[in-house]
């Protein structure tokens, strides 16, 4: 049987925003004195603290390399345990890997999918140095709930917010409360810089220890010096790397950044549109919200009911797909991926992200996506859920 497709085009989950004004930026530093680390990385991170309400910020070549150096900053070594959800991308856990920690999953809470600080509490162990909360969707983790836990056994909290750059917290924005918070500039995230990552903290000595991190453990500061041969002269202290972000990208995160707000309330009136919509399809849940916080809706995830259909997720990602709408699957939980395994992480671990893992699916959700747009991806569900409904 010919069916036709609800569109013609295909339209992706998630999606950069590029204008001209961005382009000028970056071009405009093609044309200066320095295309790495200058006056564009160091305006950006203070734009940034500034943004979200913390003392400092540390700019790396991507969000996975500012969680490793997070970690490294809160001094995670060999036989570390650190606490996260599985129910996240895999360098919420490498991070700990990096710095010969373990990475010790609690399970997610079934309404909000963000880590449970019931389950937290569960594993914490003499061991336990750290929590790593991921931000689910960019709807914020139980922070209060969580710092309660961190208090009682002296831990170190590593918010992975990758997903809330803009959220909020009990009236404070995401960035300002933690040791240590990452936010990620990857191009699906908020804003972005091709690749990079950011670090935002109130702490100089963390501070401190992120720049060094991720200048080859460098420094050029007399003053931290054990010696001084002369105007030539550094010391490296420690281990580090080199995860410098260029002023290249720190520029086009400038100029990304003065269009966030419009950007955050494109992601929310697009929400309103698709909760307007599936509220009353009874096959399919839309995301819970906590009344406490704002989400920065970096992800629309729906949950499929699935006693109420005839096909699994697989058959409906397969149709949604036939209709070009661009699906995802946020995420296999960490443990499960085949490295975890061999490091002897079991099935079963986390009974209720393996069974959210079984029925969410990611809907398309960016600012450069038209009203159009999500009206197609509407449509194309209501068409897709009515071929595998029962009644
Ligand atoms: C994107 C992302 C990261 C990693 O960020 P990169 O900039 O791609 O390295 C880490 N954690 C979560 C939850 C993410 O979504």
Redesign the pocket.
Known sequence: MYNRPIRDTYLPYGRQWIDDEDIDSVVNVLKGDYLTTGPFVSNFEQEIANYVGAKYAVTFS????A?HGACFAAGIGNGDEVITTPL??A??ANCVLYQGGQPIFADIDEKTYNIDPKEIEKKITRKTKAIIP?HFTGQPAPLDEIYEIAKKHNLIIIE?A??ALGATYKQKRIGSISDMT?F???PV?HITSG???IITTNNKEYYNKLLQFRSHGITRDSSKMFENHGPWYYEMHFLGYNYRITDIQAALASSQLKKLDKFLDLRKKYVSMYNEAFKKITEISIPNQNENSSSSWHLYVIRLNLEQLTGNRKDIYNALFQENIGVNVHYIPVYLLPYYQELGYQQGLCPNAEKLYEEILTLPLFPAMSEKDVNDVIQAIKKVISLYTTN
């Open positions: 991507n969000g996975t390399a969680l996240t991308f360098a919420s991921v992975d990758a997903h990452m990620s500039f990857h995230k690749e990079g990552g």
